[in-house]
């Protein structure tokens, strides 16, 4: 069966300071990836999404990029946070070829920029 | 470009009684899918139904339905015999193409009291 794994569940990173999330999924290849951010009581929010590896398209321009440097791994970086990029990070995954086989979301990261 | 949007910021329900969220989509393409997402207080994003803008049947998972209208473009989600458990973010969403884009509305919270 197919899992999702992200981590971490929280982090606390003062302003100016980097930034990585993991996102991998197991028991599947070629997987569409995303990346979500979740601003508290809000909509998802698509940041960046991923059709294959090194291939990375960004759907808001701001302080966050992101990478795909495995079939299955897709993380979100950041060089120097800002207050602004506090919020939740939700990453998910869809089979490429199969768009009513629905998404499978990981568990989340709250991001807390002090 | 795809749009979501749930008028309806909060909803409430008595236990055992039907509710209806409301949804409606702008899309320009003619192959689509259609969503309804359940985020609980723990976060976790939980797919509850979703419907292919192909088909004219209405989607039906136990107590939930859809009522799939396409020409006006609206997606409602019935929930019947509310539970306690039913208390969460409901997210009304839907993708369309090889990248498949998931796009949420902004999400209703759904109370049920006892």
């Known amino acids: 069966s197919q899992t999702i794994h992200q981590w971490p569940a929280t982090l606390v990173q003062p302003v100016g300071s980097p930034l990585s999330l993991e996102c991998t999924v197991e028991?599947?290849?070629?997987?569409?990836l995303y990346w979500y951010r979740q601003a508290a009581g809000r909509g998802l929010q698509l940041l960046f999404y991923?059709?294959?590896?090194?291939?990375i398209s960004s759907e808001v321009p701001q302080n966050l990029s992101a990478s795909r440097p495995q079939d299955r791994q897709f993380i979100l970086s950041s060089k120097k946070l800002l207050l602004s990029d506090s919020g939740f990070y939700l990453c998910?995954?869809?089979?490429?070829?199969?768009?009513?086989?629905?998404?499978?979301f990981g568990s989340g990261t709250r991001l807390t920029v002090v | 470009a795809q749009t979501v949007t749930q008028s309806q910021p909060e909803m409430s329900v008595q236990e055992a009684e039907t509710v209806t969220l409301s949804c409606t989509y702008d899309t320009s393409e003619s192959d689509y899918y259609l969503f309804w997402y359940k985020q609980p207080p723990s976060r976790q994003m939980i797919l509850v139904i979703r419907?292919?803008?192909?088909?004219?049947q209405n989607a039906t998972e136990n107590r939930f339905s859809v009522n799939f209208q396409k020409a006006a473009k609206s997606f409602s989600l019935k929930i019947s015999d509310s539970q306690l458990g039913d208390a969460a973010m409901y997210f009304c969403a839907s993708s369309y193409g090889n990248t498949g884009k998931l796009i949420f509305g902004q999400g209703t919270t759904l109370q049920v009291k006892p």
């Open positions: 991923s059709v294959g590896i090194g291939q």
């Open positions: 419907q292919e803008a192909y088909k004219q």
């Open positions: 998910a995954w869809r089979a490429g070829h199969s768009p009513n086989y629905g998404y499978t």
């Open positions: 028991g599947t290849s070629n997987p569409n």
